[in-house]
């Protein structure tokens, strides 16, 4: 999400845990489960010692709903309210003061990136008393931060590159599952938004990103990278990517697609060409 402009407070593993279990857990009746996400995931992970801002995906609606309940309970005021029809909702709260000021909540995915098995395959679990938080890996964190193309998000990637190991074939395959399951919507005319542009999203950001992180670190993904590459190129956009990247930092917003570069006919052509 866009930042706030009054002073966000950074929030250590520790700060994390302790919110989750005293402040949060207390209003609880039975267990809720949530996935960490963004810079929320990495520091809990370990590769950064802090996030500025919480990053939160819950599959389930009701819970989703209730911790805004709760939050909004504990003097948390909502600051940003994104909804695509009954799809999905992603909204900001916050409360000045708080050690953990400033919240994202995500209903029922995290910038497009659908949980799936595959993603949760290497994921791990902590009980912070009713939250059951789970963490994916490292590799599925990496791919959901190369989606906002944000200065600090190019910043993060490098930082997972310099930190951990990167397994590309989990990337391709994470990528390439994402794709398939978009593209095989294509012909779904019940559905609110608008598939071909979630595919045209997926596959720009993700080669964007590979490219702004520069060659000493894409070097280190050459396999990812050219994949990342072929699947862009099969668009056919006419843009480079610092065209792109301009675009969609100039532009930054959880509404922004790069579909709007393009006119209909051309994406009615990328629908007729990539369904599967």
């Known amino acids: 999400m866009a930042e706030d402009r009054a002073p966000i407070r950074p929030k250590n593993p520790t700060t ?40 939160f995906t819950f599959t389930r ?12 309970r504990m003097g948390y005021n909502s600051t940003y ?9 992603l909204i900001r709260l916050k409360k000045e003061g708080s050690d953990v000021d400033i919240i994202d909540l995500h209903w029922p995915y995290w910038n497009n990136w659908r949980i799936t098995k595959l993603i949760e395959r290497d994921s791990i679990q902590k009980q912070c008393g009713k939250i059951l938080l ?4 490292h590799n599925a964190i990496f791919l959901f931060k ?26 391709i395959a994470i990528f390439n599952e994402q794709d398939e399951m978009y593209r095989k919507d294509f012909n779904n005319d019940r559905l609110e938004s608008d598939p071909a542009r979630n595919v045209i999203d997926l596959r720009a950001r993700v080669c964007v990103s590979l490219h702004l992180i520069g060659n000493k670190y894409r070097n ?27 675009f969609l930092q100039k532009e930054f917003s959880e509404k922004t697609s790069v579909a709007e570069l393009l006119d209909d006919e ?6 007729r060409q990539l369904s599967l």
């Open 16 to 55: 994390l845990l302790l919110w989750l279990e005293n402040d949060i857990s207390r209003y609880l009746d039975h267990e809720v489960q949530t996935y960490a996400h963004g810079g929320t995931a990495l520091t809990l992970l370990g590769i950064k010692d802090s996030t500025k801002d919480v990053d």
């Open 81 to 89: 309210d994104f909804k695509t029809g009954d799809r999905s909702h």
């Open 134 to 137: 789970k963490l994916l890996d």
């Open 220 to 246: 280190k993904l050459k396999r990812f990278a050219k994949f990342a590459d072929k699947l862009f190129n099969e668009l056919d956009l006419g843009l480079n990517y610092s065209e792109i990247a301009e």
């Open 266 to 271: 051309h994406i009615e052509t990328l629908r």
């Open 146 to 171: 190369t989606y906002l193309v944000r200065v600090t998000d190019i910043d993060d990637l490098r930082t997972v590159i310099e930190k951990r190991e990167l397994d590309e074939d989990r990337l």
């Open 61 to 72: 609606k009701d819970d989703f709903y209730e911790l805004i309940a709760i939050l909004n």
